[in-house]
């Protein structure tokens, strides 16, 4: 039936439904699936376009000319005693006499450049001085003479740097190791060294290599990373920060693991700036890298074997003497051989707080991989007493990964709570679950802390910050 016009039809009421109850959970957020197009595009491998620096053959018998002209002309006794801006107008001028009497077309842009080349050859480290002073660069990787990467945010990048020669190269790396007193040679083809900075360089020659000469530098930056810089870039949230520092501080034994490359020793720099300033610390390493802030450290390096195979003193030798020089806390950058043995000797005595490094990819696989390294001591020690001494030895394990994105994140921290029968049991403290990705390739994770109560916390509550360690470890809410 029509309602009379002006009156509006009667709507029937929606029909009821059912009332959702307060306490149902919301339900987590999907990524989409990706398209197969996008599959297709993430799984093919990207070659980056490079523009290689290539001179005809005219332009390098011209700078070779040069070269040898100038090498004459200026005595290398002399070049390492000028300042680098005297050197480099010397070299300029003289490159200019050269170009003039041989009638070579060198504008003064190409005489500059060719000048910053050879200064660099004569005291630096040649191609690769512009890489060495880039602070966003990581790693330098040389493949040869026509293959150097970097590695810049994460990230592996190939670029236009070249050597002149194999020999070049070759010149390079037996300049590093002079510095140092440590000399690589077809008898010796393997050299561990480090620079004025304190990078960390490895190089490996013929005949073990064979496309040749191969260097890899690792740059430390020249700022201080703190783990307050760990929380601003993402790789630890503030709550797991703050348990790091305060348990470095009361003194907990700490075994950071990771992979190469995944921020070890910067996380072992970051954690001993919670080592107080009245404490001997004793730093033990292959090379000396660790930046320690506190003015009373003793820094330990290991000396490979001579020529004739002698004079070698290995981690191990200076794990020994370091008990005999009234350590407060024993470091080793790494440890990765029988000294593994005397470092839990160290730990089981009275030497708490120290801390190392390990390669390895999980806390379970860094257990392992101790106990293997102790029976490179050949002591013929049975896997449980091995065991009961690492339980006895570790309160926490670190585990820090570089992830796909390029960031180095902290993902796991396991306390060794102590042994079950033949097994080591561990209990997790904070974890980083991982959620997405983003467009751009960067990663969504959350870091959460299982809000359980460790075995230490007498040793935390002895120096008076049990209420504080506890209040990081029980704030279960999710941080990104």
């Not at 001494?389 to 306390?415: C, K, P």
């Not at 007498?458 to 209420?467: A, E, M, N, V």
Request: glycine share 6%; proline share 7%; net charge neutral.
């Amino acid at each position: 039936m029509t309602p009379p016009f002006g009156q509006r039809k009667p709507v029937d009421p929606p029909a009821p439904q059912p009332p959702v109850p307060e306490s149902a959970p919301a339900l987590p957020t999907v990524p989409p699936e990706p398209s197969q197009s996008a599959i297709e595009a993430k799984l093919t491998p990207i070659i980056p376009p490079v523009v290689p620096t290539t001179y005809s053959s005219a332009d390098t018998a011209e700078r070779d000319l040069i070269r040898d002209d100038i090498l004459v002309a200026i005595d290398p006794g002399q070049a390492v005693n000028l300042t680098h801006v005297a050197l480099l107008q010397r070299v300029e001028s003289a490159i200019a006499e050269v170009a003039t009497e041989h009638k070579l077309l060198l504008n003064e842009l190409e005489q500059r450049k060719l000048a910053r080349e050879m200064v660099d050859d004569m005291i630096g480290l040649g191609p690769l001085e512009p890489l060495l002073h880039d602070e966003t660069i990581s790693d330098i990787l040389v493949n040869g003479p026509r293959q150097v990467y970097i590695e810049r945010r994460g990230k592996l990048e190939l670029t236009n740097v070249r050597f002149r020669s194999r020999a070049h190269v070759l010149h390079v790396i037996q300049r590093i190791g002079s510095k140092v007193r440590r000399s690589i040679n077809e008898a010796s083809p393997m050299l561990d060294a480090r620079l004025d900075d304190g990078s960390r360089v490895n190089a490996i020659i013929w005949p073990l290599t064979l496309k040749g000469p191969n260097l890899s530098i690792r740059k430390f930056s020249k700022r201080f990373f703190g783990l307050d810089e760990f929380v601003a870039k993402g790789s630890a949230s503030p709550s797991l920060a703050k348990a790091l520092k305060i348990a470095a501080h009361c003194r907990l034994n700490i075994m950071i693991s990771g992979g190469t490359g995944s921020g070890k020793t910067t996380l072992l720099n970051a954690m001993s700036q919670s080592i107080d300033h009245s404490e001997r610390v004793i730093t033990i390493e292959d090379a000396a890298e660790l930046q320690l802030q506190q003015p009373h450290v003793v820094q330990l390096e290991t000396r490979p074997a001579n020529l004739e195979g002698r004079g070698q003193v290995a981690q191990r030798d200076l794990v020994r003497n370091a008990l005999r020089m009234r350590p407060d806390r024993i470091i080793l950058g790494e440890v990765r051989g029988a000294e593994a043995f005397d470092m839990l000797q160290a730990m089981n005595t009275g030497h708490n707080g120290s801390m190392s490094t390990v390669h390895a990819n999980s806390p379970r696989d860094a257990l392992a991989r101790i106990e293997n390294l102790v029976l490179m001591a050949n002591l013929d020690l049975p896997s449980h007493a091995i065991r009961g001494q690492i339980a006895s030895a570790f309160d926490l394990i670190i585990q820090i990964e570089r992830m796909r994105d390029g960031v180095r994140r902290i993902t796991n921290v396991a306390e060794i709570v102590g042994m079950e029968g033949a097994e080591i049991t561990t209990q997790p403290l904070f974890a980083y679950h991982f959620i997405n990705e983003n467009p751009d390739g960067s990663l969504n994770g959350k870091y959460e802390a299982t809000g359980l109560t460790p075995a230490f916390m007498s040793r935390i509550g002895y120096y008076g910050l049990g209420t504080a360690f506890l209040e990081a470890i029980s704030d279960t809410r999710v941080a990104r």
